[in-house]
């Protein structure tokens, strides 16, 4: 059967990692080309990267960044940040890139989701999120959680699916950082409104959440960034945890943890 | 007699992202690599890989727009030339698709490739790490274990006859993951985004290839 997914976000600020908090608040954490290398070989399903610095400062990808990162990475990366052009997809693709990952400028111009997914297929095209609650419906905010559109969150995904999206990342600006766990009001908002596969985001604090995004999210991946960051085998820990509690993974690391407890932190003890 | 390093040939028709089949071909044997579009490249490479991802209609005009159509067609058929084709180049192995209207494909395998039809709870795309039933447990799969994960993304599939299917799979029913006729090994599934089974079953297949040069 086809298994949830777990896939560590990998945020990038002047090609360092970062921990994002609420969108505000930013905390160096390390080198991308190092957390990749540990990430495929403690069984995480596929990798995020990132780019928060793109879109503000007008750029496109960074090309040398992704090309080396895709060197290690033998699951399927998906590449975001100032992607606004087929050119740029074509670049990412060619540097390594599995999937591309479109957020602003999916609201700036809806066509390019369509003329991208005829392009290189609906598979390749993830349109990436951020929400928060405004009175009392969900809005799509856009520029890093800056700037509200106004727009309903669960209108917006049934326009993606119908414009081409291959897949929906959601994340929460509420929850970014808070680990609190996901907000499953919003996924399963998410999750009923479209028939593509979504991934949640943001929120997540312990490793239980994880499992709460598939069991009582309905989503078919469960992503998270900061908690994956500081400790050995996170994501290993992670899929055992995923599995205690009833989420179908992947399990193919040597290292299982099948017969463990975990602590408050979601670590084997 | 047998050549220690074969050459590969990975085939640029301005389909997907060539850089993952590269680097886990690197990783995984030592060979001579070029990625081309160039006839000669063809002709003189030992082993030809046809990857793939996007739409089948754009493939074949890519194809054609650079000649290499009939090239290809002459290597495999004529020269029996071993071929490897992922995902969309599984696809392009077969005779039709209802992809974008109906399309012709090579037609080196008899059948064709239709869109999933999987109950309403089966999202499509088919997008994940799902596990495979292997039918002929050959060399291809010396090593690997039994239903073996590796990573799927499409919407669309291979329906062929039994006798060519080496693996499938299952979402809402049963359906092709890998197909082996004569010379052409054809994978729905990713092999070089499918870490260790993926990067073993590329290793498998070179080596395979290997003893019969």
């Known amino acids: 059967m086809l298994k949830n997914r777990l896939i560590p976000v990998i945020i990038v600020k002047d090609k360092l990692i970062v921990q994002s908090f609420n969108f505000k608040r930013f905390l160096p954490i390390g080198k991308i080309k190092t957390a990749i290398e540990f990430f495929v070989n403690w069984d995480v399903d596929e990798i995020i990267i990132l780019d928060i610095d793109a879109t503000k400062q007008e750029r496109g990808p960074q090309l040398e960044v992704i090309e080396w990162a895709s060197r290690e990475c033998f699951v399927p990366l998906t590449v975001g940040g100032g992607i606004r052009s087929i050119e740029n997809i074509k670049d990412v693709l060619r540097a390594g890139a599995d999937k591309i990952s479109i957020n602003s400028y999916a609201v700036e111009n809806p066509q390019f989701i369509t003329d991208a997914a005829i392009r290189f297929g609906n598979q390749c095209i993830t349109v990436s999120i951020d929400t928060m609650k405004v009175s009392n419906d969900y809005n799509v905010f856009i520029r890093n959680g800056k700037i509200d559109t106004g727009i309903k969150v669960s209108d917006w995904v049934k326009k993606l699916e119908r414009l081409g999206a291959g897949e929906i990342l959601i994340n929460s600006i509420e929850r970014d950082g808070s680990r609190e766990g996901y907000d499953l009001e919003l996924l399963n908002l998410i999750s009923s409104n479209v028939n593509i596969p979504v991934v949640a985001c943001g929120g997540v604090g312990d490793m239980r959440h994880l499992a709460s995004g598939i069991t009582e999210g309905h989503c078919q991946a469960v992503a998270a960034a900061n908690i994956f960051q500081h400790t050995e085998h996170s994501t290993i820990a992670a899929k055992a945890m995923m599995n205690k509690l009833g989420a179908q993974v992947r399990l193919s690391s040597d290292v299982k943890y099948e017969n463990f407890n975990f602590d408050h932190f979601g670590r084997p003890v | ?213």
């Not at chain 2, 447990?137 to 291979?158: A, K, M, T």
């Not at chain 2, 060519?164 to 799979?169: E, G, Q």
Request: glycine share 8%; proline share 4%; hydrophobic share 35%.
């Open chain 2, 1 to 213: 007699m047998s050549k220690a390093i074969p050459k590969i040939c990975i085939i640029d028709y301005g389909m997907g992202n060539l850089r993952s089949v590269i680097n886990a071909l690197e990783h995984t044997v030592k060979f001579d690599v070029c990625v081309s579009n160039e006839k000669k490249d063809l002709d003189s490479s030992d082993i030809l890989i046809l990857p793939g991802v996007g739409s089948f209609n754009d493939a074949i005009g890519n194809l054609r727009e650079r000649d290499l159509f009939d090239k290809l067609d002459n290597e495999v058929i004529n020269r029996k030339k071993p071929l490897m084709a992922i995902c969309l180049g599984m696809q392009l192995v077969m005779e039709s698709s209802e992809e974008g209207g109906l399309s012709q494909g090579f037609g080196w395998i008899p059948g064709s490739v239709t869109r999933f039809q999987a109950p309403n709870e089966y999202r499509v795309p088919h997008m994940g790490w799902d596990n495979i039933k292997v039918k002929n447990r050959n060399d291809l799969f010396e090593g690997i274990e039994q239903d073996p994960d590796f990573y799927f993304v499409h919407s669309y599939h291979v329906n062929c006859d039994k006798q060519y299917v080496i693996a499938s799979c299952d979402y809402g029913y049963e359906f092709t993951a890998a197909i082996q006729k004569d010379n052409i090994v054809a994978f729905q599934f990713h092999p070089e985004k499918s870490h260790k089974n993926g990067l073993l079953l590329l290793t498998n297949y070179i080596n395979s290839i290997k003893g019969q040069l």
